[in-house]
């Protein structure tokens, strides 16, 4: 059986965002090929196994698991696990690190440069729009790969404006890679993959976009980047759930200050007092990142 079935096995038990499959694999005898060899009367040993968990955990077994593996590697996808040398660094580290990850396009060497989340509001008015858009582009200039959404607004300009740049970028999804949502930016997809980037998420097949998987796949983005540049935050708007998760995560805080007093910005002039880093150029975050993010012979950061 191929290691990454094991993964997917768990993934599904316990589902994407759990905690419980990077536990087992630190703290269970063997890790996660171990526990997979010790049926439902070593699975009791594992702190945090429910009832609930035994019983998905022998519905779907390792074999389901390794038909859903030959499965997507038919679809063309890249699957992605703890057990891979190419899983990201800055994932282990998670307190909920995913157990599987699929991919379309060539799966980016994440430590090779700075990764740079941006993301910000759907209801983008033009401003943040071409803030976010200018912002995705210096990155991607100067070397950063760009991770962001593919919703309308800020994360489509954001990939817009790096891929404009010739720039490496990924965009992470709330739903299986098969899913046509969302529809209106079905053309960003496309063009995403035309130019070598990559579409990524947890999910395997059904998810329907909602508050918690949206919240599970901006933990994914703030997860993968040194840092997450937040274009328009309204006061009670989702974007601040990536603040929240990047601060969660250790991850750096930049913030687009807006026009002065403008509403759409409530919630971004709420991080900013409360310590987050003001930002208006891709250039600013470059120089903030830290020597490590950058492959050798690019140069410092």
């Known amino acids: 059986m191929d290691r990454r079935a094991v993964w997917l096995w768990l993934q ?8 419980l499959p990077g536990q087992i694999a630190e703290r269970f005898p063997g890790g996660a090929e171990g526990f997979c060899g010790a049926g439902p009367a070593g699975w009791r040993k594992m702190p945090g196994v429910t009832g609930r968990h035994f019983r998905a955990l022998s519905a779907f077994t390792p074999e389901d698991a390794q038909n ?15 057990a891979c040398p190419g899983y990201p660094e800055a994932l282990r580290n998670l307190y909920d690190p995913p157990a599987a990850l699929y991919a379309q396009g060539p799966w980016p060497d994440f430590s090779a ?10 209801h983008a008015v033009r401003y943040s729009r071409e803030a976010a858009r200018r912002i995705a582009g210096e990155l991607a200039r100067g070397g950063a790969l760009v991770v962001s959404g593919t919703a309308e607004g800020v994360d489509c300009a954001a990939l817009s404006g790096a891929l404009e740049a010739r720039g490496r970028v990924a965009s ?11 529809l209106e930016t079905a053309w960003l997809r496309r063009k995403v993959l035309k130019q070598g980037g990559a579409l990524i998420t947890e999910y395997f097949h059904g998810q329907k976009p909602g508050p918690l ?4 796949r901006n933990r994914l983005i703030t997860g993968l980047c040194f840092g997450v540049a937040l274009v328009q935050a309204g006061s009670r708007s989702g974007t601040m759930i990536y603040a929240g998760c990047a601060a969660a995560q250790g991850r750096e805080v930049y913030v687009y200050p807006g026009p002065p007093n403008a509403p759409e910005y409530g919630g971004s002039r709420l991080l900013l007092e409360e310590g987050a880093s003001p930002v208006r150029s891709g250039k600013e975050i470059l120089a903030d990142c830290p020597a490590y993010c950058w492959a050798e012979g690019r140069g410092g950061g």
């Open 68 to 82: 859903r593996l030959v499965q997507a590697l038919r679809f063309g996808w890249q699957v992605v696990t703890p």
């Open 172 to 182: 992470v999804l709330p739903v299986s890679l098969d899913s046509p949502y969302p």
């Open 213 to 216: 998987a949206f919240r599970q």
């Open 113 to 122: 440069a700075p990764v740079v989340g941006v993301v910000g509001a759907r």
């Open 12 to 19: 599904e038990a316990f589902g994407p965002g759990s905690a």
